[in-house]
Every structure is written in structure tokens, then in C-alpha cells.
């Protein structure tokens, strides 16, 4: 598995560092990735994700059922 984030999709982004001079070089703009254990109440059990503080946050307030469901993910496969 990439660096991607498994409930919304989100990788790297291409861009560029820009000197003083501004000199244009190639870079990589990662999401800020996490890998967590959440209670899934349902399966009553932990499953372990990896996924993006933005999504963390969604996942409060949506649940774990609703976006795995919303992301094509299978709960009992992790």
C-alpha cells in the first residue's frame, strides 16, 4: 500500500520549492498521513488505517461504517 490515505484517497502533491532567487526545483507535497487503530462498533473490533488528519476529523462526525462504505473499503479485509 502507497502513501494515500484509505478513507478519502489523498497522496502526494507535486510542486515546486522556490529559492530567494527563485530558482524553481521539483518537490513533493505529502499528506500529513497517519496510521491509527479505530473501534469499528459494528465489527466489534480495532481496525488498523491509514489515513489523513482530515480524515480523522471527518471520521468523527461520519463514522467509520459510513466512510469505509463511501470509499469502496471492506472492513473485514484489514
Do not use: F
Not at 8 to 17: C, F, I, V
Not at 21 to 32: F, P, V
Not at 41 to 65: C, D, F, H, M, Y
Amino acid at each position: 500500500m502507497g502513501r494515500k490515505c484509505q478513507l478519502t484517497g489523498k497522496k502526494a502533491n507535486n510542486g515546486y520549492a522556490v529559492s530567494h532567487s527563485h530558482r524553481r526545483t521539483k518537490r513533493l507535497q505529502g499528506a500529513n498521513l497517519q496510521t491509527k487503530r479505530i473501534w469499528w462498533p459494528e465489527g466489534k473490533r480495532w481496525v488498523k488505517i491509514k489515513l489523513s488528519t482530515k480524515a480523522l476529523k471527518t471520521l468523527n462526525n461520519k463514522g467509520l461504517q459510513t466512510m469505509a462504505k463511501e470509499a469502496g473499503l471492506d472492513l473485514n479485509k484489514l
